[in-house]
C-alpha cells in the first residue's frame, strides 16, 4: 500500500457537486482496486461557502487547501449571485485560491478521443486523435499589469488602457514548465508572442529562446506570431505538442483549441504553481474547464467526463501516478468508442444515458481493462 495523497475537494455550486460525486466513484475504484490511499479533505467553495460564512473562500479552507498536495476543483458561480458585491461572488473564491497559491500556469490539454471525432466543427480527419497542450501564463500580463484604467483627456475624450508588462523571472517559470511538459510528451515547443508588434513580445521571445539554450536541449522550440498561432490551430491542430504563450493570448487560443474537440463537457485543466524547492512539489488545482452550468442542474444530465479527466491530470502531475491517469483515459475512451453519450455530446447513433449510468460505464471499463 503506498502513502497517503492528501486531496482537497471543493465542489461548489451548480453541476460541481454532480460531477464531483461521480468523479469519488473514480477515486473509491483506485483505492479498492489499485491500493492508492487518499485522504480526501471536502470543503465548501463559491456560492455554498457565501451562504454558509457570507465569504466565497474562508481562511480555514484556504490554508487547508494549501496544505494539500492537490485540489480537485469543481465549479462555482451561478445568476442567483448576480447581485452579491464583486468580492463575495463565487468566482472571487477560485480568483483567491489561484492568487494565494500563485497558480502561474494554466495547461489546458484540447484531446480528442477518435469517437468524437466527428463532434467537432472541422473535418475529422484534421482532428481525430488530436492530443495538444496549451499551456497559458495565468497570473501576469495584461490582465493584471499596472498601469490600467480609463482616464478623462483635457479635451473631454476618455483613453482606456491597459499594460501587457512581463519580467525575466515570470516568463522563465512558465518557459520552465514548457520544457518539463514537453519531455513528458512529444518533445516540441512552440512559444507564441507577437514579436513583430509588441515589445512585451520580444522579450518573450528573447527568454524562452536563452532558457531553451541553457534548459532545454532536449526540447525542440520553435516561435510563432500568435495571429499566425490562431490560424495554424484550425489549419493544421495536429501540428502541434506543447504551446507556451501568455495570458491574454493563452485564453484566446485555448478557447479555440477547445473547440477543437466538439464539447465543453470534455474539457478538464491544471492550474500549477512553483515547485517547493525542499519538498519538490507544486501547488495544484485541477478543474474541469466548464462552469456550473446552473440551465441544467439538478437534473442527472451534466457530463462528468470533464471532472474525470481532471482527476487524471492529478494523478499524472501531483502524484506521478502516470499509469493510473492513462487507464483512466482510456476507460473514458472505451466508454464513449462504445456509444454511451450524455446528451451534450449525442449523435443519434449513441446510447443517450446520463450522468451516473455514463460513470457506471467508465467504472465498469476500468474493470475491464485490469482483468
Ligand atoms: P457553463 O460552462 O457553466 O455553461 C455553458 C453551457 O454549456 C451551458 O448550456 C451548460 O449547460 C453547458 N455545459 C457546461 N458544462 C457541461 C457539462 N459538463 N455537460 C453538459 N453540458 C455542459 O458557462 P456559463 O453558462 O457561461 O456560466 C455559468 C456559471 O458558471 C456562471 O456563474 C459563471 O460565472 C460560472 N463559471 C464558473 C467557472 C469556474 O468555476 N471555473 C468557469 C466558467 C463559468
Not at 451548480?14 to 491500493?35: C, M, N, R, Y
Not at 472541422?122 to 486523435?129: A, D, N, R, T, Y
Not at 478538464?268 to 512539489?281: D, I, Q, R, V
Request: glycine share 8%; net charge negative; proline share 4%.
Amino acid at each position: 500500500m503506498t502513502s497517503n495523497k492528501k486531496i482537497m475537494i471543493l465542489s461548489g455550486d451548480g453541476v460541481g457537486p454532480e460531477v464531483v460525486h461521480e468523479t469519488k466513484k473514480i477515486l473509491d475504484w483506485f483505492a479498492k482496486h489499485q491500493s492508492l490511499n487518499f485522504d480526501i479533505q471536502e470543503d465548501l467553495v463559491g456560492g455554498s461557502a457565501y451562504e454558509k460564512h457570507g465569504i466565497p473562500l474562508t481562511d480555514k479552507t484556504l490554508s487547508d487547501a494549501i496544505e494539500a498536495d492537490a485540489i480537485l476543483f469543481g465549479s462555482v458561480g451561478g445568476p442567483k449571485y448576480d447581485d452579491v458585491d464583486f468580492e463575495k461572488r463565487p468566482e472571487s473564491g477560485l480568483l483567491k485560491l489561484r492568487k494565494e497559491m500563485d497558480l502561474f500556469a494554466n495547461l489546458r490539454p484540447a484531446t480528442v478521443f477518435p469517437a468524437l471525432a466527428n463532434s467537432s466543427t472541422l473535418k475529422p480527419e484534421i482532428v481525430s486523435g488530436l492530443d495538444v497542450l496549451i499551456l497559458r501564463e495565468l497570473t501576469g500580463g495584461i490582465y493584471f499589469a499596472e498601469p490600467r484604467g480609463i482616464e478623462e483627456l483635457p479635451d473631454g475624450e476618455k483613453k482606456g488602457f491597459d499594460t501587457n508588462l512581463y519580467t525575466t523571472s515570470e516568463i522563465e517559470r512558465i518557459g520552465r514548465v514548457a520544457f518539463d511538459l514537453a519531455e513528458l510528451r512529444n518533445k516540441k515547443v512552440t512559444s507564441v508572442e507577437k514579436s513583430n508588434v509588441m515589445m512585451s513580445g520580444v522579450l518573450w521571445k528573447e527568454v524562452i529562446t536563452n532558457l531553451h539554450k541553457n534548459e532545454g536541449s532536449k526540447i525542440e522550440l520553435s516561435h510563432m506570431y500568435a495571429d499566425n498561432c490562431a490560424m495554424q490551430l484550425v489549419r493544421n491542430p495536429k501540428q502541434f505538442d506543447v504551446i507556451v504563450t501568455d495570458n491574454l493570448f493563452g485564453d484566446i487560443l485555448s478557447d479555440c483549441a477547445a473547440m477543437l474537440t466538439g464539447s465543453l463537457g470534455m474539457l478538464p485543466s491544471a492550474s500549477l504553481g512553483n515547485k517547493n524547492k525542499e519538498t519538490g512539489k507544486r501547488h495544484a488545482l485541477y478543474e474541469p474547464v466548464h462552469g456550473s452550468a446552473p440551465d441544467i442542474a439538478g437534473q442527472g444530465i451534466v457530463n462528468p467526463m470533464a471532472q474525470i479527466l481532471s482527476l487524471s491530470m492529478l494523478f499524472k502531475y501531483s502524484f506521478e501516478l502516470d499509469k493510473e491517469s492513462e487507464l483512466i483515459n482510456k476507460a473514458v475512451s472505451k466508454t464513449l468508442e462504445q456509444g454511451y453519450r450524455t446528451k451534450d455530446i449525442f449523435s443519434k447513433d449513441g446510447k443517450l444515458v446520463g450522468t451516473s449510468e455514463i460513470t457506471k460505464n467508465v467504472i465498469r471499463n476500468l474493470d475491464e481493462l485490469v482483468r
